[in-house]
Nanobody
Framework: VQLQASGGGLVQVGGSLTLSCAAT????????VAWFRQATGKERERVAA????????YYADSVKGRFTISRDNAKNTVYLQMNSLRAEDTAVYFC?????????????????WGQGTQVTVSS
């Protein structure tokens, strides 16, 4: 599966953005998907994850209550709605999926990665 992230941009503190992760292939609904982010000089952080059958599996503590992950399998797309954005949310955001289908664990590896989309939150 190939993934492409989009929707990043420049937003003020307190604003909102919605990221999209579009996938190619008719088997997208077999894959769990996660959003990650990496800020300059920091390690990559998993932000949210959703299972192949649309169960929300994970939110990082730093985004709970502010970010919402969802998917539309008919559109082969996973979304990350980001509200109440903070300066510390500034990062490159990536979506990723494991090679194994119909699978999710909190510590699984991710094999397919989309290119990142930059989110910049200005204060």
């Amino acid at each position: 599966v190939q993934l492409q992230a989009s929707g990043g941009g420049l937003v003020q503190v307190g604003g909102s953005l919605t990221l999209s992760c579009a996938a190619t292939g008719r088997t997208f609904n077999r894959y769990s998907v996660a959003w990650f982010r990496q800020a300059t000089g920091k390690e990559r952080e998993r932000v949210a994850a959703i299972t192949y059958n649309s169960n929300v599996a994970y939110y990082a503590d730093s985004v709970k209550g502010r970010f919402t992950i969802s998917r539309d399998n008919a559109k082969n797309t996973v979304y990350l709605q980001m509200n109440s954005l903070r300066a510390e949310d500034t990062a490159v955001y990536f979506c990723a999926a494991p090679a194994r289908t119909y699978w999710y664990t909190n510590d699984m590896e991710y094999d397919f990665w989309g290119q990142g989309t930059q989110v910049t939150v200005s204060s």
